[in-house]
């Protein structure tokens, strides 16, 4: 269907409708909900005998927001959002938007005016980069890995033998004859699981495969936190290549990097025209080493906005372990910086508290709700209890 057929189809936005309810907005800004991804992004639903699409936004410093794309010829005026009380979150319902359609928010700012076009922070699919738009998608499949998670307890157990492959999905095994491209998720499933079997190991790790603008990354700079990279397929491609390694009896554990994004336009950064996920101040929110903006953790909406891309994999796509990317690097202040170029923290040490409030939130969430799944990190220096429970003071990895 071309732009122009879509646009017909699509009527005035709605505000009647919504998917959030007092208590979400609550969470939400407390900084405890852990599932955002079930009432923020882009949500297709009927109504009222309508067909259509939810979406909604959290942009606290907006003056206005519009969701733009191809069903209505990606025209910044056609169908703004509205706020929802003093939560910072925008929403409406589109009537006529369906899945495999394109969309952004359009934002214009309080600050200076400044207007920008950015891609859904909790979209389930985004367009193959070096495109930035966001997909309507919907996360239906129909698994067979039941006798997996049966035993998944036992066989991930800190007991039983481990032994993990770390792949990355883009570079693994590719086709010559085809002007040597990567293989597609499903084409990767037999293949790999064959490899790993034959080679006995028990897990895949995979490096990051959430979306990212820059290729040479590996993953590691994230701007889709909810989406798997449609370099290789779709969510349920993806979700068929973690199904078909769990029928042959072997975990998957993926890369997630909450440490820090990058810094491209479309993405997290300068989000509604102020540093909404990152600090302020580049002391504290720009990392020098990878020239990425870093999380503020101690902003309660930034909280849960991770906790539940964290919760949203292990749910959703029966994620194994999660192995969490450069710990080291959010536990210290002064990581890579000299004297002068770091703010201490309100005791005039060097430990990033907020960061490991989070850290120590996300494990105890994690294995609250999976307790049978694996938590690693990345930690590289000699930070205390990395691996004891978070009640005699540690940060509750393993």
């Known amino acids: 269907m071309s732009p122009d057929q879509l646009t017909r189809t699509v009527t005035a936005p709605r505000y009647d409708v919504t998917l959030l309810t007092a208590q979400d907005f609550y969470l939400f800004n407390e900084g405890s909900h852990y599932r955002i991804y079930e009432k923020l992004g882009a949500h297709e639903m009927e109504t009222g005998g309508e067909r259509g699409t939810c979406f909604g936004v959290w942009a606290p410093n907006a003056r206005e927001v519009y969701v733009i794309g191809s069903f209505n010829g990606w025209d910044h005026r056609a169908h703004p959002l509205r706020p929802r009380g003093a939560s910072g979150i925008w929403e409406a319902f589109v009537p006529g938007v369906s899945k495999g359609t394109l969309y952004k928010f359009h934002i214009l700012s309080h600050h200076h005016g400044h207007r920008v076009d950015k891609a859904d922070p909790i979209g389930f699919l985004h367009e193959k980069p070096?495109?930035?738009?966001?997909?309507?998608?919907?996360?239906?499949?129909?698994?067979?890995?039941?006798?997996?998670?049966?035993?998944?307890?036992?066989?991930?157990?800190l007991r039983a033998p481990i032994s993990i492959y770390e792949v990355h999905c883009g570079s693994w095994m590719r086709v010559p004859e085809e002007h040597n491209r990567p293989l597609t998720y499903r084409e990767l499933a037999p293949r790999l699981a064959e490899y790993v079997e034959r080679m006995q190991f028990t897990h895949v790790e995979f490096l990051p495969i959430m979306e990212h603008p820059f290729y040479g990354s590996w993953g590691y700079q994230t701007t889709g936190y909810f989406a798997p990279t449609a370099r290789y397929g779709t969510p349920q491609d993806f979700m068929f290549l973690v199904d078909y390694l769990h029928q042959h009896g072997i975990g998957v554990i993926l890369d997630w990097v909450p440490s820090h994004f990058p810094s491209d336009e479309h993405g997290l950064a300068y989000f509604d025209g102020t540093h909404l996920f990152e600090h302020s101040d580049s002391r504290q929110g720009f990392h020098p080493d990878w020239k990425t903006f870093i999380f503020n953790?101690?902003?309660?909406?930034?909280?849960?906005?991770?906790?539940?891309?964290?919760?949203?994999?292990?749910?959703?796509?029966h994620i194994d372990g999660l192995r969490v990317d450069a710990v080291a690097s959010m536990l210290y202040l002064d990581y890579s910086r000299q004297p002068g170029e770091w703010i201490p923290n309100k005791y005039g040490g060097r430990e990033n508290l907020d960061a490991i409030e989070f850290l120590r939130r996300f494990n105890e969430e994690a294995y609250k709700e999976h307790p049978d799944i694996q938590t690693i990190a990345e930690e590289s220096t000699s930070w205390p209890m990395v691996s004891k429970p978070t009640y005699l003071g540690g940060l509750g990895f393993g």
Do not use: I
């Open 297 to 317: 953790y101690g902003r309660n909406e930034v909280r849960s906005f991770l906790l539940s891309s964290a919760m949203f994999w292990l749910d959703q796509y």
């Open 130 to 157: 070096p495109r930035t738009g966001s997909v309507v998608w919907d996360l239906a499949y129909k698994w067979s890995d039941q006798e997996w998670l049966r035993k998944r307890g036992k066989l991930n157990s």
